[in-house]
């Protein structure tokens, strides 16, 4: 969606007739967002690029929501466009409220630690911190291991706490969850350590690898709610 709005520009008072793509969802309520527009400011705005500090002209646009009845400012950076010439495209929305992630309930009740410091680290991500969002990953790995293993083997639970997690790694039985742990914990370090020994990997596939976990837990929570049914 492509809306055209007349802009105020801040030094002059002028009004600038532009088009901007409003941000698709509310930033705060995350419901898809219709565009709504109280007021709308041309003034500059300082961005980082390559490493380098610059400054560009962008519109400061004042959204309403009606969904959650929040207002919120959203950024836009001009952008060249094949049909109208340029158009504003959105860079941030503020002030934000980060998104809940849908993890199933039952891994949310067997640890809900890694559920907590997935998010965190998905926050982290999410604001661009990407060389410490996998320390965050790596410490969630640690918490779904710890807790899996303890709420099989719960005699064993004070053990289980202060081990090494690669210890707690080999008492995995299932293979695809032990292979999968394994592999994040390598990756893991190499987002903790001074030295990477696993190049071509980054915390996206740790992520990917403990969303594979949480799958095959939930596959063995479901095969052991089919044994309990007795036969007739
Ligand atoms: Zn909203």
């Given at each position: 969606?492509?809306?055209?709005?007349t802009?105020?520009?801040?030094?002059?008072?002028?009004?600038?007739?532009?088009?901007?793509?409003?941000?698709k969802?509310c930033?705060?309520?995350?419901?898809?967002?219709?565009?709504?527009?109280?007021?709308?400011?041309?003034?500059?705005?300082?961005?980082?690029?390559?490493?380098?500090?610059?400054?560009?002209?962008?519109?400061?646009v004042?959204?309403?929501?009606?969904?959650?009845?929040?207002?919120?400012?959203?950024?836009?950076?001009?952008?060249?466009?094949?049909?109208?010439?340029?158009?504003?495209?959105?860079?941030?929305?503020?002030?934000?409220?980060?998104?809940?992630?849908e993890?199933?309930?039952?891994?949310?009740?067997?640890?809900?630690?890694?559920?907590?410091?997935?998010?965190?680290?998905?926050?982290?991500?999410?604001?661009?911190?990407?060389?410490?969002?996998?320390?965050?990953?790596?410490?969630?790995?640690?918490?779904?291991?710890?807790?899996?293993?303890?709420?099989?083997?719960?005699?064993?639970?004070?053990?289980?706490?202060?081990?090494p997690?690669?210890?707690?790694?080999?008492?995995i039985?299932?293979?695809?969850?032990?292979?999968?742990?394994?592999?994040?914990?390598?990756?893991?370090?190499?987002?903790?350590?001074?030295?990477?020994?696993?190049?071509?990997?980054?915390?996206?596939?740790?992520k990917?690898?403990?969303?594979?976990?949480?799958?095959?837990?939930?596959?063995?929570?479901?095969?052991?709610?089919?044994?309990?049914?007795?036969?007739?």
């Open positions: 969606m492509i809306k055209r709005i802009a105020e520009n801040y030094e002059s008072g002028g009004k600038i007739p532009l088009h901007f793509r409003p941000v969802k930033p705060m309520c995350h419901s898809t967002f219709n565009g709504e527009t109280m007021s709308s400011v041309i003034a500059p705005y300082e961005f980082v690029e390559y490493g380098e500090t610059k400054r560009d002209w962008a519109l400061y004042l959204h309403y929501c009606q969904v959650c009845g929040l207002g919120f400012c959203g950024i836009y950076s001009q952008e060249p466009d094949r049909s109208l010439g340029r158009v504003y495209k959105p860079v941030v929305a503020i002030p934000e409220r980060s998104e809940p992630l993890f199933d309930p039952q891994i949310a009740r067997l640890s809900p630690a890694f559920v907590k410091i997935y998010e965190e680290a998905h926050a982290a991500e999410k604001h661009d911190l990407t060389l410490i969002c996998g320390m965050g990953y790596r410490k969630a790995l640690e918490f779904l291991v710890k807790d899996y293993l303890i709420e099989k083997h719960p005699q064993e639970s004070d053990t289980i706490a202060k081990e997690l690669s210890q707690s790694i080999r008492r039985d299932n293979l695809q969850i032990k292979t999968l742990a394994e592999r994040s914990a390598w990756l893991g370090n190499d987002e903790t350590h001074y030295t990477k020994k696993h190049d071509g990997y980054s915390y996206e596939d740790i990917a690898f403990l969303e594979a976990m949480t799958a095959f837990i939930l596959y063995e929570k479901t095969v052991e709610k089919a044994f309990l049914i007795p036969r007739k």
